[in-house]
């Protein structure tokens, strides 16, 4: 089976403190994907990539941004945290083909205090 | 902006059908419909997809209208570890294959 591992399950930060959140995929998917799931807003698409070194906004991308240096790793980058973006953070990938079904990490837990 | 409407709950007693509802009456010819279920503190799990035809798996079974302007996800035999948020999706074909995802029904399956 897929398995697509988030670094850390809880995660609390200060306010102005950069964070990272990683995301590893193990079965050599082209797309990765980060989104964020709020209360009352369902899952948000942040930024998605379909290649090494490529990247994508999506629908919320203002103040993250992410890396992809490696095929198997999508980080996603908080440079100054704030308390909005307090969430929980799911990472995602799949084959980029079409009809190809997405699999999700367990997702991440941040609090911004 | 989301591409589908679904009711925000819904209940379904044990052992009967479970019979979720989406809209996605701006859906194009090329554009799949896709349902994920999101078990409490976990990431959503992959249900059922199509494109035009009736589906079924060992989960769930997939109805398209005619039309395909709305579908139900059909679980033949609700059980109380069916009850989870339902999302359905309609894909994008743009750039790199972007899934939205809107808020979803929440099930209830009731003892």
């Known amino acids: 089976d897929v398995k697509v591992t988030q670094s850390s399950r809880y995660l609390v930060k200060r306010t102005g403190e950069k964070v990272f959140l990683e995301c590893v995929q193990d079965?050599?998917?082209?797309?990765m994907f980060w989104y964020r799931q709020d209360p009352g807003l369902g899952l948000r698409l942040i930024y998605f990539s379909y290649d090494v070194k490529m990247k994508e906004k999506g629908d919320i991308p203002e103040g993250y941004s992410v890396s992809r240096e490696k095929k198997e790793r999508f980080s996603l980058i908080l440079e100054s945290a704030s308390t909005n973006q307090t969430s929980m953070y799911l990472c995602?990938?799949?084959?980029?083909?079409?009809?190809?079904?997405?699999?999700f990490g367990s997702g991440t837990q941040l609090s911004v205090l | 902006d989301a591409k589908t409407t679904q009711p925000p709950s819904m209940d379904c007693a044990e052992g009967r059908a479970a019979n979720l509802p989406c809209n996605h009456s701006t859906i194009s010819g090329n554009e799949y419909v896709y349902w994920y279920r999101q078990i409490h503190s976990q990431g959503p799990q992959y249900i059922i997809h199509g494109l035009k035809n009736n589906e079924t798996n060992e989960m769930a079974s997939l109805i398209i209208t005619e039309d395909r302007k709305s579908s139900t996800l059909i679980l033949p035999h609700a059980t109380l570890r069916d009850t989870a948020v339902y999302y359905c999706i309609v894909r994008v074909e743009k750039g790199g294959n972007q899934f939205y995802f809107g808020t979803g029904t929440s099930l209830t399956v009731i003892p």
């Open positions: 079965m050599d998917h082209e797309n």
């Open positions: 995602a990938s799949s084959i980029l083909s079409r009809g190809e079904k997405l699999f």
